[in-house]
């Protein structure tokens, strides 16, 4: 690995420093407010110092939104599992509309559809959700795919910080994140109670249950999975018996 110079540390320590300023201004005053002049004055350097870290200030705002949003996903990753995968997804919803209401420009910027630049942070934040929405799925609980469970609560996350955002603080109904994360889970899923994670009998005796109904699949094909989970429901066997 190459050696980091003094001034190219230096260049990011600056840069840093840049970022957190605008942030500052960014989480207080809003997207608006964030210009050079403005950002310059509260890192104390001229105005045009800036161009030299980035672009325009878009590239400014980019940097200024990756930076926050990664933070926010470092600190959802290092949250450990309670053991119920289903209360850790809510978890992870209450969180995201307190993030989203409290930093309402920011997400905005992050739920900009005419941004071009697609946020690395935000990626990784999917990752988390679909890294939980894999748990509920593990437990049998989901009663659609997991891609779709994925999408629908994003969209409805997103929806919901964004309605509310949209209406003045003291007008807000409260509950609407909670209704509107309510009827997802009942549209994804199951009312079964949950399998044991270590089970895997009791995961094929269930899929045993509904085998016969897999229309999708021939008469021919729901008989052979019928005999694979058998077997599996019957435990171990003795090699080559």
Avoid at 80 to 100: K, N, Q, Y
Avoid at 110 to 131: F, I, M, N, Q, Y
Avoid at 183 to 206: E, F, G, K, N
Wanted: glycine share 6%; aromatic share 4%; charged share 25%.
């Amino acid at each position: 690995m190459a050696e980091v110079r003094p001034d190219s540390a230096s260049r990011q320590k600056t840069r840093a420093n840049i970022v957190e300023c605008a942030a500052q201004l960014l989480r207080e005053q809003g997207a608006s407010a964030v210009t050079t002049r403005a950002v310059a004055q509260a890192v104390g350097m001229q105005a045009p110092t800036i161009y030299r870290f980035f672009e325009d200030k878009d590239a400014l705002l980019d940097a200024v939104a990756e930076h926050v949003f990664a933070t926010y996903v470092s600190g959802k990753t290092l949250v450990e599992d309670s053991g119920d995968p289903v209360a850790d997804l809510r978890a992870g919803w209450d969180t995201h509309i307190g993030f989203g209401l409290a930093n309402a420009a920011l997400f905005g910027l992050l739920t900009d559809p005419s941004r071009e630049v697609r946020s690395p942070a935000a990626a990784a934040g999917l990752e988390v959700l679909r890294a939980r929405v894999h748990r509920v799925a593990a437990i049998g609980r989901l009663r659609v795919p997991e891609r779709r469970a994925v999408e629908l609560i994003h969209a409805a996350g997103t929806g919901a910080v964004l309605t509310l955002l949209s209406t003045p603080p003291e007008h807000r109904d409260r509950d609407l994140a909670d209704a509107m994360y309510e009827a997802v889970m009942r549209s994804i899923l199951t009312d079964v109670p949950p399998l044991p994670a270590d089970s895997a009998t009791a995961v094929a005796v269930a899929f045993r249950a509904v085998a016969p109904k897999l229309t999708m699949l021939t008469g021919a094909e729901r008989a052979l999975l019928s005999e694979w989970l058998d077997r599996t429901g019957d435990g171990p066997t003795t090699p080559g018996a």
